[in-house]
Antibody, heavy 122, light 110 residues
Framework: EVQLLESGGALVQPGGSLSLSCAASGFTFSNHAMIWVRQAPGKGLEWVSSVSGSGERTNYADSVKGRFTISRDNSKTTFYLQMNSLRAEDTAVYYC???????????????WGQGTLVTVSS | QSVLTQPPSASGTPGQRVTISCSGNSSNIGFNNVNWYQQLPGTAPKLLIWSSYQRPSGVPDRFSGSKSGTSASLAISGLQSEDEADYYCAAWDDSLNGVLFGGGTKLTVL
């Protein structure tokens, strides 16, 4: 059974940093792209970032480019989202998801974590 | 503002067939597959349709997807009360080099 467990959500001040983790199990981790998707309170889904199975390819939404960094450690079957220069508009539930294929381009998201809340406020 | 356009709401009575549209352009739906997600209240999203037409195992065949040109649709037949949820389309966008989600459609079962 695929399991994805996010951690790291917290209350942080504007301009601050936070790191999210997603521990994965139940599948061959390195064969799948991994993804972060967020959902602001009462709003729709917004794709944040994807990383290919090898970790060589990464993609970012324009809204986070230059501030967020996605990475993965295939030996630990865990991937991460380092978030810097946080803004109020980054406040959201952050979901990690498993891609259906190795590559980021065109991948669907076939399993999701339960989400972790990031609140950016002074 | 989402580049993938969905109606904000849809409704139907039990047993009816409902369709939800998703309109894009040549950078996204025109050349890439569409995926659909269902989000029940208070829960994480769930994959409903992948690669425009494919249903994951466990998803009832009441749910079906289609694509034509720069638009896609999700059809739900034999509507049930448990289908009341938010539905999102998503597609890769070659101009943005990333994923676009539609704004979501809230389905109400009357």
């Amino acid at each position: 059974e695929v399991q994805l467990l996010e951690s790291g959500g917290a209350l942080v001040q504007p301009g601050g940093s936070l790191s999210l983790s997603c521990a994965a199990s139940g599948f061959t981790f390195s064969n799948h792209a991994m993804i972060w998707v967020r959902q602001a309170p009462g709003k729709g889904l917004e794709w944040v970032s994807s990383v290919s199975g090898s970790g060589e390819r990464t993609n970012y939404a324009d809204s986070v480019k230059g501030r967020f960094t996605i990475s993965r450690d295939n030996s630990k079957t865990t991937f991460y989202l380092q978030m810097n220069s946080l803004r109020a508009e980054d406040t959201a539930v952050y979901y990690c998801a498993k891609g259906g294929i190795t590559e980021t381009r065109g991948s669907w998201f076939d399993s999701w974590g339960q989400g972790t809340l990031v609140t950016v406020s002074s | 503002q989402s580049v993938l356009t969905q109606p904000p709401s849809a409704s139907g009575t039990p047993g009816q067939r409902v369709t939800i549209s998703c309109s894009g352009n040549s950078s996204n739906i025109g050349f890439n597959n569409v995926n659909w997600y269902q989000q029940l209240p208070g829960t994480a999203p769930k994959l409903l349709i992948w690669s425009s037409y494919q249903r994951p195992s466990g998803v009832p065949d009441r749910f079906s997807g289609s694509k034509s040109g720069t638009s896609a649709s999700l059809a739900i037949s034999g509507l049930q009360s448990e289908d009341e949820a938010d539905y999102y389309c998503a597609a890769w966008d070659d101009s943005l080099n990333g994923v676009l989600f539609g704004g979501g459609t809230k389905l109400t079962v009357l």
